[in-house]
């Protein structure tokens, strides 16, 4: 025992050198005088009125299996030097942010200032604040590092270094693809970009939009190859809105994969072969990829195929029986999603066994059951039109899958489910986009693919409608709105996740299905389960009021004060009732604000926050990327107090309409009521840069009204 105890602490010992050791090593390859690139003072004289300009730049990602042991080793590091021309670059780097180390992930960092006259001055770390990041339920460490005495004219030069440990469970390890854009915010005088690997890896790698082909660079002694670009005087490239960087930029793509001797090799037909690019993706490849996942695969859909039986008509269209069999499969995931709502993580991770298909599963069981049933239909292969379009495929992870149902010249798309998606749907980022399909009926050994766009859905099919009661409080120095929401489309999505749980549509599903109650199937958990569920109804409507009232304040330009009241019309859950239609009240002091005798009310502000298009974004070079056509129409009814009038309804009228979309609002007195109504649309999922005048005229109208007043004059 005591010498095992010695041997720890000697290895500790012999790691806290080794750390040292390494922190001077990277310091001194990072900052040294041979690099040239990183010794550079001087800007362009093109680009001296950039807000900054980053004079050298390293981005290199290592990649390497030590002998022997079971473990992988993924290096990032990165180094820039950048010339600080303004205060608003000053404002930029005045914080810098860099990972916490732990368990297996070491960071090695740097900074320093070069100030205008030479003098170098090395910024102490040790003032750094450890900080915290919630992100998709997990926690991660990290540090800010303020940077003390910035001046316009300074030199901020720093390296972030990572070095990560990575157990090796299986003999098929791909590592994190890298997605690298050329252009950055600033211009660019030179920088470096690497890929090093060693030979045994498997290494996918393109270069699109017009970027340049890597260098290729083989050590013989250490058996890596590095694949490196140097890229010089790269004009910057300002952050633009609805842009997608990756299709228009030049840009570089690169994964390397890991792959022991004895790897059996069936699904990573896209690997190509040890030590050699693979920069494309053949039609024989992909066909053997969708084969590898839609045939032969042992799927058991007996009691999809009984329900379906029982519950339609068997000389129902093929449609009817493919929905049916949909909404059959979503419920076999909802059977479960209780736990998953209410359960801790500890619970759930440790004593429950979660039934839960992934993607691929769930589209065998529908390939096996539309093929069972005779139903015609195709496989949709198609890449989200943000990473790349169908031609530039590289990567399997980049595929997503949609079933197509087809009848008498008819489509129906077919997802993967989820508690809230219905029959038709499918993700916002694959619309538009061309995707291949093959004949799902047909034998694998006869499959051809044939490429086709999918569809675009229409503004009115995805539209926000909100009617708005309000009611002004006798001393006028508050209000309470009353809002009742209608969503169609993708634009449900995010209320529908957010808002709702299984408790709000369980009745409603419980109407269609046989669902598992008081978790059958649980065991000994179920009492504790019980408990959980009593603990978290107690305070659901808490915590969902806690979200609304989050939502509320960053949907509109007030201080909300309190929600209340959400009441759930509709689920939107099925495509009989599409639509998800929800009501709650909020109230604010900030609607109303006195101006002498009178009240000057903010009815504009009632639309929510709008877009504004500010003087340096008038000039735009990029085409324009939105998610969706869409709409949102605002009815907005405001009980006029008695004892006053309104003035200034006509300015409220306005009417702007192009190709590209539109701001429409009226405004009229009904009685004791001030009622107004706007619609903002817009028509398309792509533009060229050349319509953004367009998009600029009807996004400024509705940025200008949300600005405007009215007057409640005394009498």
């Avoid at 390296?159 to 299986?170: A, V």
């Avoid at 990829?289 to 068997?314: A, C, E, G, R």
């Avoid at 619309?431 to 229409?458: F, H, Q, R």
């Avoid at 609607?591 to 504004?612: D, S």
Wanted: aromatic fraction near 12%.
């Amino acid at each position: 025992m005591k010498i095992k105890l010695i041997i720890t602490f000697l290895v500790a010992s012999f790691q806290l050198l080794s750390a040292g050791e390494k922190y001077e090593e990277i310091k001194t390859e990072m900052w040294s005088s041979a690099n040239t690139a990183f010794s550079n003072t001087n800007v362009p004289a093109k680009w001296s009125s950039s807000s900054a300009v980053i004079l050298a730049q390293l981005n290199r990602f290592e990649y390497r299996k030590p002998a022997i042991i079971k473990e992988l080793q993924t290096n990032n590091y990165y180094h820039i030097r950048i010339k600080l021309n303004d205060k608003n670059a000053i404002k930029e780097y005045s914080e810098i942010s860099f990972p916490s180390e732990r368990r297996a992930l070491s960071v090695y960092t740097g900074f320093k200032l070069v100030k205008p006259d030479g003098r170098e001055i090395i910024i102490d770390q040790s003032t750094a604040v450890e900080m915290e990041m919630n992100k998709g339920g997990s926690t991660r460490a990290y540090k800010k590092l303020a940077i003390p005495n910035l001046e316009v004219g300074d030199i901020l030069d720093y390296y972030i270094c990572e070095e990560e440990t990575l157990p090796l469970n299986s003999n098929m390890y791909y590592f994190r693809p890298v997605q690298y854009d050329l252009p950055q915010e600033y211009p660019v005088v030179e920088q470096r970009l690497e890929f090093k690997a060693q030979r045994r890896c498997f290494i996918s790698m393109n270069a699109v939009n017009g970027a340049p082909q890597l260098q290729k660079q083989v050590d013989e002694e250490t058996d890596e190859i590095t694949y490196y670009l140097v890229d010089k005087n790269r004009e910057g490239v300002k952050a633009t809105r609805w842009f997608y960087p990756y299709r228009e930029l030049p840009t570089i793509k690169f994964r390397a994969a890991y792959a022991s001797g004895k790897a059996v090799r069936q699904n990573d037909v896209f690997l190509g072969e040890p030590g050699e690019v693979k920069s494309q993706v053949s039609e024989k490849e992909l066909l053997d990829f969708l084969s590898y996942i839609f045939i032969n695969v042992s799927t058991d859909i007996s009691k999809m195929s009984k329900y379906v039986k029982k519950n339609v008509d068997k000389k129902a269209s093929g449609m009817d029986k493919a929905k049916a069999a949909f909404y059959y499969r979503r419920n076999e995931e909802l059977n479960w999603d209780e736990v998953r709502t209410i359960a801790d993580k500890d619970t759930w991770n440790q004593n429950l066994a979660m039934y839960k298909d992934n993607a691929f599963q769930s589209f065998d069981r529908f390939a096996t059951f539309l093929d069972a049933q005779d139903i015609p239909h195709d496989i949709v292969i198609a890449v989200p039109r943000d990473i790349a379009s169908i031609d530039d495929l590289l990567l399997e992870q980049e595929l997503k899958f949609l079933f197509r149902i087809k009848e008498n010249g008819e489509y129906l798309y077919l997802s993967p489910v989820d508690n809230y998606r219905i029959p038709g749907d499918f993700d916002a980022d694959l619309m538009g986009t061309e995707a291949y399909i093959l004949d799902g009926n047909a034998l694998s050994k006869d499959w051809k693919l044939e490429k086709i766009s999918l569809p675009v859905i229409s503004k009115d099919d995805n539209k926000e409608v909100n009617t708005l009661d309000v009611t002004l409080s006798e001393d006028l120095k508050s209000a309470s709105i009353s809002m009742h929401s209608t969503l169609n489309g993708y634009q449900k999505n995010y209320a529908q996740h957010t808002l709702l749980d299984i408790y709000d549509y369980k009745e409603e599903e419980s109407s269609k299905f046989k669902m598992q109650q008081n978790f059958e199937g649980t065991l000994w958990l179920k009492k504790k389960l019980l408990g959980l569920r009593e603990s978290y109804l107690k305070t659901k409507e808490q915590y969902r009021n806690k979200t609304l009232k989050s939502i509320t304040d960053n949907s509109f330009d007030l201080k909300i004060d309190t929600v209340s009241n959400f009441k759930l019309i509709q689920s939107g859950r099925f495509d009989t009732l599409p639509e998800m239609k929800y009501q709650y009240t909020f109230q604010t002091s900030e609607l109303v604000k006195k101006a002498g005798r009178n009240y000057m009310v903010e009815i504009g502000k009632l639309i929510q926050k709008q877009t504004k298009i500010e003087k340096e974004e008038l000039d735009r070079q990029q085409g324009i990327y939105q998610y969706s056509p869409r709409a949102y129409s605002y009815t907005i009814r405001v009980t006029i107090p008695k004892g006053y009038t309104v003035q200034g309804i006509d300015q409220l009228n306005t009417n702007i309409e192009n190709a590209q979309g539109g701001f429409v609002s009226t405004a009229k007195k009904e009685g004791d009521q001030l009622i107004v109504t706007s619609n903002k649309y817009y028509n398309h999922i792509y533009d060229n840069a050349e319509t953004w005048p367009s998009y600029v005229e009807f996004l400024n109208a509705a940025a200008n009204f949300s600005e405007r007043k009215v007057l409640l004059k005394k009498l």
